[in-house]
């Protein structure tokens, strides 16, 4: 059964990076199935798509957050990280990693996902 | 303001039936693209509930049920219980936003 555990400092400074690792347990992030994907919640508020990356390295952000992110594989340890820049408090939410069905076109979907981390950016 | 509608709040009481809806536009569910549908249980992560417009993963009740028209879809729950109280969520992919989008969610309370 697969799992997915979010990593990473849970404070973070205004101007400053933000940092996380999402381990995968129990499947290959190699896995041709699959893109792996971060996923944020503010606190009370709705659910927003980050980006997403194949194992192959290939990755598509949303383009709302695109100057400020990045997100990279690393096949070797199982892990995808994803890096935010420049935060504000306006990036303060529980950040969330889920692998993500490669389905017909760009109907995918969100499946399991990570119990999810808790980053706040205060100084 | 999300590119899905959904109304933010539906009540029933346990053992009815109730309906949340999602509502999209030519840009998204218009387009053909499907939508899925997550639960959200107080204080965990999304759940994925719905695939593909009506299909159930494994281990989710038939109780839980989901269709799609034109530019709109919506979940049904029967057999209401305590334990669907709940934030659900529906999801598809925005032809105009160059990415998936999510619901504003609606919060399902069990009278």
């Known amino acids: 059964q697969v799992q997915l555990q979010e990593s990473g400092p849970g404070l973070v400074k205004p101007s400053q990076t933000l940092s996380l690792t999402c381990t995968v347990s129990?499947?290959?992030?190699?896995?041709?199935?699959?893109?792996w994907s971060w996923i944020r919640q503010p606190a009370g508020k709705g659910l927003e798509w980050i980006g997403r990356i194949y194992f192959t390295g290939s990755m598509i952000y949303n383009p709302s957050l695109e100057s400020r992110i990045a997100i990279s594989v690393d096949t070797s340890k199982n892990q995808f990280s994803l890096r935010l820049s420049s935060v504000t408090a306006a990036d303060t939410a529980v950040y969330y990693c889920?692998?993500?069905?490669?389905?017909?076109?760009?109907?995918?979907?969100?499946?399991?996902w990570g119990q999810g981390t808790l980053v706040t950016v205060s100084s | 303001q999300s590119v899905l509608t959904q109304p933010p709040s539906v009540s029933g009481a346990p053992g009815r039936r109730v309906t949340i809806s999602c509502v999209g536009s030519s840009s998204n569910i218009g387009a053909g693209y499907d939508v899925h549908w997550y639960q959200q249980l107080p204080g965990t992560a999304p759940k994925l509930l719905i695939y593909g417009n009506t299909n159930r993963p494994s281990g989710v009740p038939d109780r839980f049920s989901g269709s799609k028209s034109a530019t709109s879809a919506s979940l049904a729950i029967t057999g209401l219980q305590a334990g669907d109280e709940a934030d659900y969520y529906c999801q598809s992919y925005d032809t105009l936003l160059r990415g998936w989008v999510f619901g504003g969610g609606t919060k399902l309370t069990v009278l």
């Open positions: 889920a692998r993500v069905h490669v389905g017909a076109g760009k109907n995918n979907w969100f499946d399991p």
């Open positions: 129990g499947d290959s992030i190699s896995n041709n199935n699959y893109y």
